[in-house]
């Protein structure tokens, strides 16, 4: 039996006047894969990601989610569907304390006036939120920290409350935006564990990331760019050893041995 991909890019572009950010992307995110996005600086990770969650939608070719096109579809669209990313840049709320944070992430399937208009659904979905909240906070071992101020807290305390933040919702697919940079090798080591463990309930996840032993090491599946066009795709150990991503990481003169 084939199963459909989770999410299909087919020629997606991003171009920003004339700069092609994004010039063409083609490949598949199989469900329950990780799959690791890598190239140098500027190649065009980052805009991506933010094509594919509805922050900077692409100007051509087609995203599909779950068979959907969802290319032009905002974030909200995107959440409701099962999509969620982390940032590179930290961005928790720090009038909130980490459960708040991290709830705000739960799909309570209540909006902003629920409460004013029926209190006791309201409760009842309050009290799952929270529960749901301590839940992802456990699994990234941080529950003991729920009442803490996050602004408190170690950055790389920080980072794990953000990926508590997005998988909250046990969402479909996972776009994580370099999520151990800054981090110590324990800590980083803690990320890949999780990511496993993720991958093991059956979330889909892609992983933008710098670190490559992290990446060739968890992720099945490998995407390089470079100027805003993939070089490379496959297993980790093939795509890493291709001799135009290393030519792209390390310049012409250390490809050839
Ligand atoms: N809003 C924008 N307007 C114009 N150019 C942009 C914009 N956003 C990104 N770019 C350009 O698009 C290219 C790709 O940037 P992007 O941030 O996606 O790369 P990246 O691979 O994520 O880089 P890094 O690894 O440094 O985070 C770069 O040349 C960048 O300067």
Do not use: W
């Not at 939608?57 to 569907?81: K, M, V």
């Not at 990313?85 to 009038?95: D, G, K, N, V």
């Not at 003991?144 to 998988?167: C, F, K, N």
């Not at 889909?204 to 090491?217: P, W």
């Amino acid at each position: 039996m084939t199963t459909e991909p989770l999410v299909r890019l087919d020629g997606v572009m991003v171009h920003f006047g004339g700069v092609k950010a994004v010039d063409g992307v083609t490949f598949t995110l199989e469900r329950g894969s990780l799959c690791g996005v890598v190239g140098p600086n500027g190649s065009g990770k980052t805009t991506l990601i933010n094509a594919m969650s509805g922050i900077s939608p692409a100007t051509g070719g087609r995203i599909e989610f779950l068979g959907s096109d969802t290319t032009r579809s905002s974030p909200f669209a995107l959440a409701r569907l099962g999509l969620r990313r982390t940032f590179q840049s930290i961005r928790l709320l720090p009038e909130l304390d980490v459960l708040a944070n991290v709830a705000l992430g739960a799909d309570s399937g209540g909006g902003q006036y629920d409460g004013l208009l029926r209190p006791r659904r309201s409760r009842t979905n309050e009290r799952r939120t929270r529960e749901q909240a301590l839940a992802a906070l456990d699994r990234v071992g941080l529950v003991h920290l729920a009442r803490h101020r996050p602004t408190d807290l170690p950055y790389g305390h920080q980072r794990m409350i953000e990926i508590a933040r997005a998988v909250v919702s046990e969402p479909e697919v996972l776009l994580l935006d370099e999520p151990v940079a800054g981090m110590s090798g324990e800590e980083r080591r803690q990320v890949a564990d999780l990511l496993i463990s993720l991958r093991a309930d059956g979330m889909t996840q892609m992983l933008v990331e710098h670190d490559l032993g992290l990446v060739t090491r968890i992720c099945d599946h490998l995407v390089a760019l470079d100027h805003g066009q993939v070089i490379a795709d496959g297993d980790p150990l093939t795509v890493m050893n291709d001799s135009s991503v290393r030519e792209a990481y390390l310049g012409p003169q250390h490809t050839s041995a």
